[in-house]
């Protein structure tokens, strides 16, 4: 499987297992982390590619074959695992569209989206419907002066300050439990590889993005 793509899985070449893999870390990631993380657009494609050859494959396999009966299990659960880490996402983006189209405007030049091409349109979309929706049904009901809607304020935002389970991939030493905490004693702790830990989410959402420690 090679990339193009600036991520981790750039002119890696990996297995079809290996790939299973890395979406059920994304899918779990994107499960438990309060934010959207980045869309894991080449592990997506490379599934997608495995389940058209094995579907392929299998159709030319007889009825009531017991090893083809086993795959199509296999099969089934691919999907299952893509079909719930894409809707995640999507949950999360209606859940927090204007706050991730904030982020996006914002992101600076080189550094990866967050959002597929796909979710961005979306995104897009579903914030125009939903404020389209609010006006006719609330705005234009109440005074001229009142009628005006700042997308800025109140903006629903993921609860970074969340507490959450994981699992240290790669040994990282002195995390601030506490980053807020500018006292000289502010308790910091190493993370051992294969140690699990439950912390607040912010002071590792670095290491979640970079892959150091996954959420279980």
Known sequence: ????????YEFEAITAAEVLEKLEEAWQNEKFAPELLEHKT??????????????????HVRKGDFVAGIHRLELDRIRFVLCSYLRTRLQKIEKHVIHILEQEATREDGSPSRLSP???????????????HLHSLVLRQ??????KLDRKKAVPRPN???????????STEKV??????????????DLE?????ILRYRPVS????????KMI
């Open 176 to 189: 601030v439990v506490d980053p807020e905490d500018e006292g000289a004693d502010r308790e910091a702790v």
């Open 160 to 170: 970074m300050d969340s507490y959450v389970f994981m699992r240290t991939v790669e």
């Open 193 to 197: 590889p294969g140690s699990q830990y």
């Open 1 to 8: 499987v090679g990339g193009g793509s600036s991520d981790e």
């Open 118 to 132: 796909e979710e961005l349109v979306y995104a897009k979309e579903f914030a125009d419907s939903m404020d389209s």
């Open 142 to 147: 109440m005074p001229s002066n009142f009628q």
């Open 42 to 59: 080449e592990v997506v494609d490379c599934i997608l590619e495995q389940i058209k050859e094995m579907e392929e494959n299998l159709s």
């Open 206 to 213: 670095s290491l979640v993005h970079s892959g150091k420690v």
